[in-house]
């Protein structure tokens, strides 16, 4: 085979490839489905454990309402407030009933910490899932399941505090395995990555979920939250 033929075949054979991945935008839909087909009221917790010894952590106490297309997360402790969120088709819905951010959310606040973890008001309200600017990079094989690995670019002029954001989606349930979120720099900020999973009315369910917070000057670890969702009684 001449040189050129060989070139041509091997640019045949990479789109052929490419081809075969989905566009972001479905497999982004298979997120936004997967979320908004579960009904369930479970107990969970958010517990952040500072990188720094000298420094408290912080535990929130929660329950997970989640019927369809809304989800209700009530937080006891330390204070009484509720976030409802409204996963739509086009965008999500972020309010708070309660304490001294009551009201809807709007990009001025998303940045804010939820009760001081690492959690943030961006984050719940999954913003990114609904990102118009990326592609499928490739698949991978994790938590006992095959996923498409997916890159993302914020919104030009948005308010997101990432600049860019990979995901791991699992290709036949829609699950959200992992996401990374990098800063202005390509500096890698915030980590988050589902360590276990529970099966609940017959669909996948978060059980606990691990939040790294990173230093982008040092590449670092500040902090580390866990979210569990307990099982269901059986009682």
């Known amino acids: ?11 045949s054979t990479a789109a052929a490839l490419a081809a075969e991945y989905p566009p972001a935008s479905a497999v982004l839909q298979s997120i936004r489905h997967a979320q908004a087909t579960q009904k369930m009221d479970l107990k969970g ?4 454990q500072p990188a720094d010894a000298s420094k408290r952590p912080t535990e929130a106490s929660f329950r997970l309402i989640a019927d369809g297309t809304n989800l209700r997360y009530v937080f006891s402790d330390p204070e009484p407030v509720t976030l ?7 965008d999500s819905e972020l309010m708070q009933t309660g304490g001294t951010d009551a009201g809807k959310f709007t990009p001025a606040n998303f940045s804010k910490k939820i009760l001081g973890t690492d959690l943030s008001y961006e984050d719940l309200a999954l913003k990114f899932i609904y990102w118009s600017r ?10 006992t399941m095959d ?9 030009p002029g948005g308010r997101s505090a990432y600049r860019e954001v990979v995901l791991w989606v ?33 669909l996948w369910v978060l059980q606990r979920l691990r939040i790294e917070a990173f230093d982008p ?13 307990d099982a269901p009684s059986t009682s």
């Open 1 to 11: 085979m001449k040189p050129l033929a060989l070139v041509f075949f091997a640019l």
């Open 170 to 202: 699992g290709k036949r349930t829609g699950a959200l395995v992992r996401a990374e979120g990098f800063d202005a720099n390509g500096k890698l900020i915030k980590r988050f990555e589902v360590i276990s999973a529970q099966v609940v009315n017959g």
């Open 147 to 155: 996923v498409w690995k997916i890159r993302l670019q914020a919104p």
């Open 84 to 90: 409802h969120l409204k996963i739509g088709e086009n």
């Open 45 to 48: 917790s958010l517990e952040t």
């Open 217 to 229: 000057a040092t590449g670092k670890l500040v902090s580390r939250t866990s979210m569990t969702i």
């Open 134 to 143: 990326g592609a499928v990079e490739g698949e991978d094989h994790m938590k």
